[in-house]
């Protein structure tokens, strides 16, 4: 079963890991008053479909103008046109076909200064049946085409069930990321988030695409595709 990314975001939330500012809009005018709410002057207006690649999908319908799914506003007004665009439009991207996905819901998010950005997932090792940690210093792309064209920029960190994830599991994602000091310390402690998200939700996918580092030095998710077991589905509803 999947969830949206603003309900995979407040999941990640619930259990102490750092993520933007945000609120679901079903309207315009809930995009509207989602910026009035955020405050700040720079707003991420995000589509929310079950697929990735929602930034660089396109719209079918002419009137959802040429930008993608995911669009940077300036000004409220922006914010409510982007919606309107989007909302009842059918966004294509790499992952969903050609027939494409209708968009019912937006997510409008607190926009973030971005210093770096990385790819951070977490999944069942099917061969291990332990929960691995996927991590890559190529954030914000697609990461089947790094895995096929540069697979020595991927790191997979196995946890063992008994302890949890150790200091020598966090250092190596931190290694991976090219992260040290603080910030490998702030690594950590999401890991060690992340894990028990991932384990006390029934989770079987948990992507961070991208993971990013603000230029205030602090490690967000900026996004969440999260998938639950379907066995556990029941239990979130």
């Known amino acids: 079963m999947n969830i949206h990314e603003y309900q995979g975001k407040a999941v990640l ?7 933007p500012r945000g609120f679901p809009a079903f309207t ?28 660089k999908g396109k719209f079918k319908e002419a009137a959802a ?24 439009a059918t966004l294509v991207t790499l992952q969903t076909g050609e027939a494409g996905r209708v968009v019912k819901r937006i997510y409008i998010e607190e926009g973030m200064k971005i210093a770096k950005e990385f790819y951070l997932s977490a999944l069942v090792d099917r061969e291990t049946g332990r929960v691995a940690f996927v991590a890559s210093e190529a954030g914000g792309m697609n990461i089947e085409e790094v895995a096929h064209d540069t697979p020595e920029k991927i790191t997979t960190v196995a946890v ?6 150790t200091a020598a ?6 290694a991976a990321l090219g992260l040290s000091g603080d910030l490998a310390a702030q690594c950590a402690d999401l890991v060690s988030k992340l894990y028990t998200a991932f384990v006390k939700s029934d989770m079987s996918m948990l992507e961070i695409n991208p993971l990013i580092v603000t230029e205030d030095n602090k490690l967000v998710c900026a996004d969440a595709k999260v998938s639950f077991d379907s ?3 029941f239990r979130h509803p």
């Open 231 to 233: 066995n556990a589905a």
């Open 65 to 88: 103008g040429e930008k993608g799914g995911v669009r940077i506003a300036f000004k409220p007004e922006d914010v409510g046109l982007y919606a309107q665009q989007m909302l009842g």
């Open 13 to 19: 939330k619930s259990f102490g890991a750092p993520v």
């Open 160 to 165: 063992d069930p008994a302890t949890g994830p």
């Open 28 to 55: 315009a005018e809930e995009a509207v008053d989602a910026a009035a709410r955020l405050g700040g002057t720079v707003w991420a207006v995000k589509s929310q479909i079950h697929a990735g690649g929602r930034g």
């Open 169 to 174: 599991d966090a250092a190596k994602v931190s």
